[in-house]
């Protein structure tokens, strides 16, 4: 059973930045993407970032191009979340999630992700 642990949430004011770490453990490839997504109160979970473990593109939502970056480091089974110019409505929940997706349109949709990490909370003041 993969386990997925997010870390490196915290508090920060607005143009802060923040690294939010996920590693994977045991490691397996039967999945070929891993995402980050985040949830705040009263809202629904929403996709904020995805990348392949293999080969493919990688994806944003549009309310985090040019702010955040995702990246996969293999040999290490881990992914990152690198979030700058951090903003208020970026405060969330966010998740750590990896899942076997086979269409593009799908990359970002909580739904067909089947494991999830436990969360970490990112909190940004104004």
């Known amino acids: 059973q993969v386990q997925l642990v997010e870390s490196g949430g915290g508090s ?23 995402a980050w997504f985040r949830q705040a109160p009263g809202k629904e979970r929403e996709g904020v970032a995805s990348i392949p473990t293999t080969s493919g593109s990688t994806v ?3 309310s985090v191009k040019g702010r955040f970056t995702i990246s996969h480091d ?15 409505e970026d405060t969330a ?3 750590c999630a990896a899942g076997q997706i086979p269409l593009v349109i799908w990359y970002l949709l909580p739904n067909k992700y089947n494991i999830w990490g436990q969360g970490t909370q990112v909190t940004v003041s104004s």
């Open 74 to 88: 293999k040999p290490e089974n881990t992914v990152y979340l690198d979030m700058n110019s951090l903003k208020p």
């Open 60 to 62: 944003y939502a549009d």
């Open 93 to 95: 929940m966010y998740y």
């Open 12 to 34: 920060v004011q607005a143009g802060g930045s923040l690294r939010l770490t996920c590693v994977a453990s045991p490691y397996t490839d039967s999945r070929n993407r891993m």
